[in-house]
């Protein structure tokens, strides 16, 4: 199959205020069937690269999303191409998991409309097929952490989204939920539900392992970027995050460890 | 046990304000009532004898006013703590009662009395409310720490202003019909050419809030995820806040200062039925027309003298949501 590019990002900058750049000079493309994970440590900016991608954020340089200028595509539209899947967050109210979920087809409907009755059969249909039909009808407020993560890919998906845009979606997750996501999350772009995904992430290990391509951000500039065994290598890192790590060899992959000074050996 | 909530919230509505008319000093028969009520209804008013005339031109309109009010303060209140994403909100948070209140003192102590006091009320509770506007999306963008900071600003502002007023206020008689206008009274507006503007101001604008319900929902998400979902935040929430500004302002201008109606309205129901704004909005609207009405026949019937409004429904208001506050670990986080 030849390589479809659905985002691509051109010398993008922002910065919030006058002295100092957030971002400078991004640049990269997401291909069709693609999960693209962005690291970097606290602050490099990640997130404002996705508000950027999201249209929340203007900045200076190019994003194209599926071959069309951002800039020019309505805000509706845009909502029924990209989805996006926020960091765990606070909602003040706490609406049924059901509610939540029809929600998502707002970019489908004016302001003055109501979701349809089929609307509430696939919000049923999308939770039952993610395995979370029994929290249906529980509020928002009942559910745990890893729940909730699905319950907000449920939503990007009965809004019919293209592209995923997620921020963190793992990073507050136990190691169970994490897989449970990403597994998810890998799944959708094999089945081509979803036609491509950005994701920061905190874990260099999650990256490896479920992404296609990663780009490595230090203090908004682009460190490396290219697949995982290219970017996630000892010495990027040690440059970004500040520590030594070892590689370690994984079925065909290489794994990063950090290296842990002093370490008790715990046999003796 | 939603539904039948539900049911009991909508039957509650009309079936206070039909008991209310059994009500009043003057006694009548509730058939009487009822037959006088019918007669009205089908275009035969017979305004013969004493007690019908005190039941149409008396009782009927001012609980109806009573039901208007109490469903434009709660469906704003309503409205408002899902756009500003703050169960804390009520429609005061706007700048509007205090502006109101400046507009009434200033009518009530200096200018002539053929100027109605409501009208002035209102001029001033929507300058309040551009003025709150103009701060809050003009320099802050609309952000919702903007609007309310602002709406604090200017009710600093106008309270000030309302202070000034009585200080001057030329003679003491002037000075305690500021406060008792403060205190709320429903019996102001109960004419019904009062009705009928307030209506004309007040059904429209609930018509516009209860075909967004959903929308509020979306608005309700914060800024990112409503814009994420295709919505424009900003402008939305400026078009809404405006609605209910314009609700609140006919109101509030008429009935004078009615408190917790349009905090604790919207909470009541959010504890009976769930944080959806579709039936939050939806609810508040029936549940707060009754609260009013019921809170008006006690003002009317517990004294010889008519207590104002505004403080009953305080006094009513605190022990209900105490009570409703032992289920709300469900409803909020």
Redo the contacts between chains.
């Keep these: 199959m030849a390589l479809v590019t659905i985002i691509e990002v051109e010398n993008l900058s922002f910065s919030y205020s006058r002295d100092e750049k957030t971002l400078e000079n991004i640049s990269f493309k997401l291909h069709r069937g693609e999960i693209l994970g962005i690291l970097g440590p606290n602050g490099a900016g990640k997130t404002t690269l996705l ?1 950027l991608i ?3 954020l203007r900045g200076t340089g190019r994003i194209k999303v599926m071959g069309t200028n951002l800039q020019k595509i309505p ?6 191409i ?3 899947v ?1 960091q765990e ?8 998991v059901i ?1 939540y979920v029809l ?2 087809r ?2 489908h ?1 004016g ?5 349809s009755r089929s609307d509430y059969e696939r919000a049923y249909r999308i939770l039952e097929e993610l395995g979370l039909a029994n929290l249906a009808e529980k ?4 559910i745990s952490g890893g729940q909730f993560q699905l319950v907000l890919i449920a939503r990007a998906l009965i ?1 019919e989204a293209k592209i995923l845009l997620m921020d963190e979606p793992v990073s507050h997750l136990d190691i169970s939920n994490a897989v449970k996501t990403m597994e998810l999350v890998k799944k959708l772009v094999a089945e081509g539900k979803v036609l491509g995904v950005i994701m920061t992430l905190h874990d260099p290990l999650m990256a490896t392992l479920y992404c296609d391509k990663t780009l490595l951000l230090n203090n908004g500039m682009m460190e490396a970027y290219g697949s995982p065994s290219e970017v996630l290598r000892p010495d990027k890192l040690k440059k970004v995050y500040g520590v030594d790590f070892d590689i370690v060899k994984y079925n065909d992959r290489f794994i990063l460890v950090p290296v842990v000074k002093n370490i008790s050996n715990h046999d003796n | 046990m939603k539904t039948l909530y539900k049911v009991l919230i909508v039957f509650s509505l009309p079936l206070s304000i039909i008991l209310s008319l059994f009500i009043g000093p003057y006694p009548i028969p509730p058939l009487k009532v009822l037959g006088i009520l019918f007669n009205a209804i089908t275009m035969h008013p017979d305004l013969s004898t004493p007690a019908a005339r005190i039941v149409i031109y008396y009782r009927l309109p001012r609980i109806l006013a009573a039901a208007l009010v109490g469903v434009a303060l709660s469906i704003s209140g309503a409205s408002l703590q899902s756009m500003m994403r703050n169960p804390l909100v009520s429609p005061y948070v706007l700048g509007i009662t205090s502006g109101a209140a400046l507009g009434a003192a200033v009518a009530l102590a200096f200018l002539p009395l053929f100027i109605p006091v409501e009208l002035v009320a209102m001029i001033t509770a929507i300058a309040a409310y551009l003025i709150v506007v103009a701060i809050a999306w003009g320099w802050g963008r609309g952000s919702i720490i903007s609007i309310v900071l602002s709406g604090v600003v200017v009710n600093a502002l106008f309270s000030a202003g309302l202070s000034l007023a009585e200080f001057f206020a030329p003679s003491p008689n002037k000075v305690a019909a500021i406060v008792f206008w403060l205190m709320g009274d429903v019996g102001q507006a109960g004419q019904w050419p009062d009705i009928v503007r307030m209506s004309a101001i007040i059904i429209p604008c609930s018509i516009v809030l209860i075909m967004a319900r959903w929308r509020l929902n979306i608005l309700s998400l914060g800024d990112d995820e409503a814009r994420s979902l295709g919505a424009n935040p900003t402008y939305e929430r400026l078009f809404f806040a405006s609605i209910s500004a314009l609700i609140t302002a006919a109101a509030v201008s008429y009935a004078g200062i009615i408190g917790w109606v349009g905090l604790l309205i919207p909470h009541i129901v959010r504890l009976l039925l769930g944080s959806d704004t579709r039936e939050v909005i939806t609810y508040s609207l029936f549940l707060g027309g009754t609260y009013l009405v019921l809170a008006d026949d006690l003002s009317r019937a517990l004294t010889s003298q008519v207590i104002p409004i505004g403080i009953l429904t305080t006094i009513m208001g605190a022990p209900v949501l105490i009570i409703l506050l032992r289920r709300a670990g469900r409803v909020w986080r």
């Design positions: 508000k999201l249209g929340f805000r509706r539209r845009l909502a029924r990209l989805g996006y926020p967050h606070h909602i003040v109210f706490a609406y049924r509610d929600m998502g707002a970019p409907y302001i003055f409309s109501m979701p509020t928002i407020a009942e809004q």
